[in-house]
């Protein structure tokens, strides 16, 4: 049998590959360990006759962590189903178990496994990881956040002001912003293919991705809204609507941020920044992208019929 065949000649040379999913050095491209016999019998024993062997190779597999991952996806390339749906189950196992230096990469070998020219390892490789979305979202937001991107959650009370799109729930991913703090450079991004629903990806002038990646990145997130800023200073408003008579209609007002902190309301109508005027939400957006973070403007708004004038310092996108 072909998968046999596939992992005697792998195990024959008795290595497995315990490489991190982003290599940073020739060092680190030489990292092997020996993988233990028992392991290689397990492996072996996913294609057994005998139902009872199966399973206690399935279950036990799992605990050799990531050292057993590459054997696996040889065998999901074999010509045993029967070995293809355990090896996935075993990967799945592993990712579940959450150890540090195997979990990335066995959510990186199922998201390849999505890719298979075996239709059946390929849906059965979607299968596993759709059973795991909430805990696989929850990590990559946790990886966005430590290589310098920002992530904004939805709250409730987000939710009850502006209803998304979908079927959002408090605690799902509102926006991202990438700026000149990403440090995850292109491989970083397959966190961000991870999240669900993503509503807005913001891209602050200063980050260092290829429009190559973001062009890529934008196939994967066709749902998802890309907005550039000129810079990372930000007023933290929404717009309110379309007007016919020029300005700005307030929409959401963010917590703890600029707009909020000098006083500006949902529902006010900004006429000026900075002296200059506003015809909508998009020419006030390249109005803002002409300051910094830090700096202090004048905004001339309408609230009720009276005109106020407020001085604002904007706050900045990369902020935590």
């Not at 490489?19 to 050095?25: I, K, M, P």
């Not at 996806?73 to 195997?102: N, P």
């Not at 390892?121 to 956040?145: C, Q």
Request: charged fraction near 30%.
């Amino acid at each position: 049998m072909l998968t046999r065949v596939i992992l005697i000649a792998g195990c024959a040379l008795i290595t497995a590959s315990i490489l991190h999913c982003e290599v940073s050095n020739a060092k680190d491209a030489e990292k092997t360990t020996k993988l233990p016999q028992q392991a290689i019998e397990y492996i072996l024993d996913l294609e057994s006759d005998d139902f009872k062997t199966r399973e206690k190779a399935t279950r036990a597999l799992p605990e050799y962590g990531e050292q057993v991952i590459e054997p696996l996806l040889k065998v999901t390339k074999g010509d045993s189903l029967e070995a293809s749906v355990r090896a996935i189950l075993v990967i799945e196992r592993i990712y579940q178990l959450g150890k540090k230096g195997s979990v990335d990469k066995a959510e990186d070998a199922l998201d390849a496994l999505t890719e298979a020219p075996n239709p059946s390892v390929a849906v059965r490789a979607e299968e596993a990881i759709d059973r795991h979305v909430g805990f696989r979202e929850e990590r990559a937001v946790r990886e966005i956040r430590k290589l310098g991107g920002k992530v904004k959650l939805w709250t409730a009370e987000d939710i009850a002001n502006g209803p998304p799109r979908g079927n959002t729930k408090p605690g799902q991913v509102k926006y991202l912003v990438i700026g000149a703090k990403w440090r995850g450079e292109e491989q970083g991004l397959r966190y961000i293919k991870r999240i669900s629903q993503l509503h807005t990806l913001y891209m602050i002038k200063g980050h260092s991705l290829k429009e190559e990646a973001l062009d890529d990145l934008r196939k994967t997130l066709p749902g998802t809204m890309f907005q550039t800023r000129d810079s990372d200073a930000m007023l933290g408003i929404s717009g309110g609507g379309n007007t016919i008579r020029g300005g700005c209609l307030v929409g959401e007002v963010s917590e703890g941020l600029a707009a909020q902190k000098a006083g500006i309301q949902s529902g006010d109508f900004i006429i000026k920044f900075n002296k200059e005027d506003v015809e909508d939400f998009d020419s006030l957006v390249k109005l803002i992208g002409k300051k910094e973070a830090g700096d202090t403007v004048d905004v001339v708004l309408m609230r009720n019929g009276m005109i106020k004038t407020l001085k604002v310092t904007l706050s900045s996108w990369l902020d935590k």
